[in-house]
């Protein structure tokens, strides 16, 4: 079931605190905010002991390819995670061919500023 309200900070909080791992969205034809906001994301839920990996399926290029932090970022989806979170993802189209997937979980998430759709679970 679709959430059809957006959760505040401490409620985004709450159920992050309840998850070990964390499966991480940036969207499709990615740019420098949603690649930004997965890397930084990434790096607090690992410094709260998440485990947790990045996915966009498409190639990172250009500019971006050359920051070191975007080996982070894996274009095949693999392992079993208690929270997906699409970020800067106005819709579910924008986390791309991982849209099935992501539709699919029980434990979705979307951080974004963009004010889209309610398309996650929570």
């Not at 998850?19 to 690992?46: E, M, Q, R, W, Y």
């Not at 966009?56 to 970022?73: R, S």
């Amino acid at each position: 079931m679709k959430s059809t309200k957006k959760l505040t900070i401490e409620q985004t909080a709450h159920q992050i605190k309840q998850c070990s791992s964390i499966a991480l969205f940036a969207h499709t034809n990615p740019d420098g905010d949603t690649i930004g906001s997965c890397v930084a994301l990434a790096h607090g839920l690992k410094q709260l002991g998440k485990t947790v990996e990045i996915f966009c399926d498409f190639p990172i290029t250009g500019k971006l390819a050359t920051f070191e932090e975007v080996k982070l970022v894996h274009n095949e989806f693999f392992g079993k995670y208690d929270l997906f979170i699409a970020v800067d993802c106005g819709d579910i189209f924008r986390t791309g061919e991982f849209s099935g997937l992501y539709d699919s979980q029980k434990e979705t998430l979307t951080i974004d500023h963009h004010g889209g759709e309610c398309f996650s679970k929570y």
